[in-house]
Nanobody, 122 residues
Framework: QVQLVESGGGLVQAGGSLRLSCAAS????????MGWFRQAPGKERAFVAA???????YYADSVKGRFTISRDNAKNTVYLQMNSLKPEDTAVYYC????????????????WGQGTQVTVSS
């Protein structure tokens, strides 16, 4: 069982930056691919980024070049550095864990956090 707790959300102006953190419990964090998803009002939950336990990272086209996912296995934590934020990045951001190597769909993730709100003002 893995428990995930996100933090770092908030209100930021367009062009600004935020760093989200996701702290995981459990001794097997390093064996999971960790992902970030987001859900805007009235929209479905969408993939943002993922980092596998072997190192490779994956990004949605909408965030490539602006967001960076990273992980610290010693701290059981995954991060999402978000730069050049746009109003369309406004959403609840969720951290998730998957036992699969390259999970791109929310249905491939096994554990979820409760989410953290990110609001980008224009």
């Amino acid at each position: 069982q893995v428990q995930l707790v996100e933090s770092g959300g908030g209100l930021v102006q367009a062009g600004g930056s935020l760093r989200l953190s996701c702290a995981a419990s459990g001794p097997t964090f390093s064996r999971y691919t960790m992902g970030w998803f987001r859900q805007a009002p009235g929209k479905e939950r969408a993939f943002v980024a993922a980092i596998s336990w072997t190192g490779p990272t994956y990004y949605a086209d909408s965030v490539k070049g602006r967001f960076t996912i990273s992980r610290d296995n010693a701290k059981n934590t995954v991060y999402l550095q978000m730069n050049s934020l746009k109003p369309e990045d406004t959403a609840v951001y969720y951290c998730a864990a998957s036992a699969r190597l390259r999970p791109m769909s929310q249905h491939e993730y096994d554990y979820w956090g409760q989410g953290t709100q990110v609001t980008v003002s224009s």
